[in-house]
Nanobody, 124 residues
Framework: QVQLVESGGDLVQAGGSLRLSCAAS????????MGWFRQAPGKEREFVAG????????LYADSVKGRFTISRDNAKNTVYLQMNSLKPEDTGIYYC?????????????????WGQGTQVTVSS
């Protein structure tokens, strides 16, 4: 059973930066593909970024390409989301997700395990 705990959410002005962290436990971290999702008020949860087990490959939603970077440190059992040039439309609850099956990386709807989320608010 994998447990995920996100941190790093905050209130930030447009144009600013934040780094989110997600600490995993309960399973060998290097066997997991990891992803970040977000949910804005009144909207469905959407995929933001994904990363393979070794970190050699990443995927991004078009809306965050060039601004967000996903990375992982397998020695620290942690995945990160560096968010730069933040916009008000980036506001939402950001969730970390994990799955032992590689298929979740190529089809993000398949992620099985989720964290509790961390709030990101970007003011204009």
């Amino acid at each position: 059973q994998v447990q995920l705990v996100e941190s790093g959410g905050d209130l930030v002005q447009a144009g600013g930066s934040l780094r989110l962290s997600c600490a995993a436990s309960g399973r060998t971290f290097s066997t997991l593909v990891m992803g970040w999702f977000r949910q804005a008020p009144g909207k469905e949860r959407e995929f933001v970024a994904g990363i393979t087990r070794t970190g050699s490959n990443t995927l991004y939603a078009d809306s965050v390409k060039g601004r967000f970077t996903i990375s992982r440190d397998n020695a620290k059992n942690t995945v990160y989301l560096q968010m730069n040039s933040l916009k008000p439309e980036d506001t939402g609850i950001y969730y970390c997700a994990a799955d032992a099956d590689y298929s979740a990386y190529v089809r993000p709807s398949r992620y099985a395990t989720w964290g509790q989320g961390t709030q990101v608010t970007v003011s204009s």
